[in-house]
């Protein structure tokens, strides 16, 4: 049932961090991985990689801020694979601006690429969705949109709540069209993005910092049919560091 051979998934931030291993998991449970990132050559060094372990991966230019990349890409890869089955926003900036010193010119960046992106790459891949009548989403948000970041900038923050809340509107719309939308939250996690900012495994139950991997277990859940009846849900992982009720 978790099997995904025969179905292209694309990941956004593909060429990095917690999208590389996205790629990867998915890849390894069959799908033919697209990573497509702003880093064309990242994405490429995962395609590789992939490819080098007998997976199908290929490697696509995305700027998630031009609505013109954005369909042309996914234009792109329906072109050369096909179909379009699972989609991973995982592209994403981190920007730790205290409040004094935020302007409108980085209070926008971020918002444009965290959260803006993520919807616009929902909303183009959908049509091409609709084609085969089913569909997986699965939105990166994060523990900073929960709880609020004390790493983060209230931007961040803000695009990670932003994204909370598009995945439940996005589920709602989604639904009767055979598609799910749903979101991982990531607590600390070892990636580039973190690296030197001093995240220390204080406050987290395992006792450790995340990994990528972590990460896309939770995604490739939420990708395959093991989640069929699972839209607009969350899947907190951060090793315990916030637990709902
Ligand atoms: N690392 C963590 O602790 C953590 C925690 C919670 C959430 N997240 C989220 O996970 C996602 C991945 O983060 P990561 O840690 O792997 O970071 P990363 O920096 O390793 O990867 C981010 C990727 O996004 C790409 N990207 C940036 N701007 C882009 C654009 N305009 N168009 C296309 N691609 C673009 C980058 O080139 C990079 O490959 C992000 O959304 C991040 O906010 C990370």
């Known amino acids: 049932m978790g099997d995904l051979t025969g179905r292209t998934a694309i990941v956004t931030g593909g060429g990095s961090g917690i999208g590389r291993a996205c790629c990867k998991v998915l890849a390894e449970y069959g799908a033919e991985a697209v990573a497509a990132d702003i880093n064309l050559e990242g994405a490429e060094k995962t395609a590789e990689s992939i490819q080098e372990q007998g997976g199908k991966a290929r490697a696509v230019y995305l700027n998630v801020v031009e609505l013109e990349s954005v369909k042309e890409m996914m234009e792109k890869v329906y072109h050369e694979?096909?179909?379009?089955?699972?989609?991973?926003?995982?592209?994403?900036?981190?920007?730790?601006?205290?409040?004094?010193?935020?302007?409108?010119?980085?209070?926008?960046?971020?918002?444009?690429?965290?959260?803006?992106?993520?919807?616009?790459?929902?909303?183009?891949?959908?049509?091409?969705?609709?084609?085969?009548?089913?569909?997986?989403?699965?939105?990166?948000?994060?523990?900073?949109?929960?709880?609020?970041?004390?790493?983060?900038?209230?931007?961040?923050s803000a695009s990670k709540g932003g994204i909370l809340a598009l995945t439940k509107a996005l589920a709602r719309h989604c639904g009767p069209l055979g598609i799910r939308v749903n979101d991982v939250a990531p607590g600390q996690i070892a990636t580039e993005m973190t690296a030197g900012r001093g995240d220390t495994p204080d406050g987290i139950a395992l006792g450790r910092l995340g990994t990528a991997e972590d990460v896309a277990n939770a995604v490739y859940f939420l990708a395959?049919?093991?989640?069929?009846?699972?839209?607009?849900?969350?899947?907190?992982v951060n090793g315990g560091q916030f637990m709902r009720s």
């Open 81 to 156: 694979c096909g179909r379009i089955d699972i989609l991973v926003n995982s592209a994403g900036i981190l920007d730790p601006t205290r409040v004094p010193d935020m302007t409108v010119e980085k209070w926008d960046r971020l918002i444009d690429i965290n959260l803006r992106g993520t919807f616009f790459c929902c909303q183009q891949a959908l049509p091409y969705m609709q084609k085969t009548g089913k569909g997986a989403i699965v939105n990166i948000a994060s523990q900073a949109g929960q709880v609020g970041g004390w790493m983060a900038g209230v931007n961040y």
């Open 224 to 236: 395959s049919d093991l989640s069929n009846f699972c839209t607009g849900m969350t899947v907190d």
